[in-house]
């Protein structure tokens, strides 16, 4: 069984930085697809970032586009997101997500968007930017 274990986020000023990582255990994370997604007081959860196994490609919201950059070590079964020139919007609680390429259908720019695309959901982690 899967399990995705996050650290990182925190409270930045706008302009900031800050890296959330997501460690998996039970499983390697070769073969899966993974990312992040975030959920803000009053929204719906949407997807920020993922990457696949088998290319390294990659998906951005076009809110976070060329500010957020995520990168996978497969030898050490992590997953990082580094968050630059943060701005007040991406107050959120953020979550690592990871599921089979094969599932996805191989297409991550659209399964990334979609909350019920996964089924592997680490447990969470508050990001606050102060303007």
């Known amino acids: 069984q899967l399990h995705l274990v996050q650290s990182g986020g925190g409270l930045a000023q706008s302009g900031g930085s800050l890296r959330l990582s997501c460690a998996a255990s039970?499983?390697?994370?070769?073969?899966?697809?993974i990312g992040w997604f975030r959920q803000a007081p009053g929204k719906e959860r949407e997807g920020v970032s993922c990457i696949n196994s088998y290319d390294g490609g990659t998906y951005y919201s076009e809110s976070v586009k060329g500010r957020f950059t995520i990168t996978r070590d497969d030898a050490k079964n992590t997953v990082h997101l580094q968050m630059d020139s943060l701005k007040p919007e991406d107050t959120a609680v953020y979550y690592c997500v990871a599921e089979p390429d094969f599932m996805l259908e191989f297409n991550l720019q659209h399964m990334c968007t979609i909350v019920q695309s996964f089924d592997y959901w680490g447990q969470g982690t508050q990001v606050t930017v102060s303007s």
């Open positions: 039970g499983v390697d994370l070769v073969g899966y697809a």
